[in-house]
């Protein structure tokens, strides 16, 4: 039970602190010297935490990196020093994408695909309606969807628990009600 616990919080970190670096990067926030880098490092050290945790969460977030990678997401000093850490972690746990081949091809190709679909919307075709706005725009359900089937498979809570809280965090700091917060605390935004 402790455990679920420790992977809502680290997950929830990680998607403030993933979200708060881009902040800082592309959204012309700024809050104090070198609080990118920080934000960078708090993504880092979180993403390398829940990958320490278990096997499944570990194949989750090194699928993640990977569709970041095909992506072209991982495009600021601060993300690579999340990245870096994620990669020195997985080499330094001894993680091996041969041992979790299906879970890893799972999560990869279904985060990339769908992030790919994700990216074409939002950048290239913004006249997107109905479900799949729904699906891949206001919500990005397919993160959801893609943890949700991986636990009913599985009979694992890990990828709803990482994954949900992780995403609903991101979109939360993603959102225009998260200004007012990030204004209290500081950070603000430069036109």
């Known amino acids: 039970m402790i455990e679920y616990i420790i992977v809502i919080l680290v997950s929830a970190f990680l998607g403030a602190s993933m979200k708060i670096a881009d902040l800082l990067d592309e959204h012309n926030f700024r809050w104090f010297k070198y609080s990118d880098l920080l934000f960078g490092l708090f993504w880092g050290i979180s993403g390398a935490y829940l990958i320490t945790i278990n096997q499944i969460l570990a194949t989750i977030w090194i699928s993640v990196l ?15 020093i999340a990245a870096a850490i994620w990669f020195i972690t997985m080499l330094y746990t001894n993680y091996s994408i041969w041992t979790n081949l299906i879970s890893f091809v799972y999560f990869a190709s279904l985060f990339t695909i769908t992030g790919l679909i994700h990216d074409y919307f939002q950048y290239k075709n913004q006249n997107i309606r109905g479900i799949m706005k729904l699906i891949f725009i206001d919500f990005k359900l397919y993160w959801y969807i893609i943890a949700l089937g991986y636990s009913l498979y599985s009979w694992d809570i890990h990828p709803i ?31």
């Open 161 to 191: 628990l990482t994954i949900w809280t992780f995403e609903y965090v991101y979109d939360y700091f993603s959102s225009r009600n998260a200004e007012s917060l990030l204004n209290k605390l500081g950070m603000k935004k430069i036109f």
């Open 66 to 80: 990977f569709c970041f990678i095909v992506r072209y997401r991982l495009d600021y000093l601060n993300h690579g």
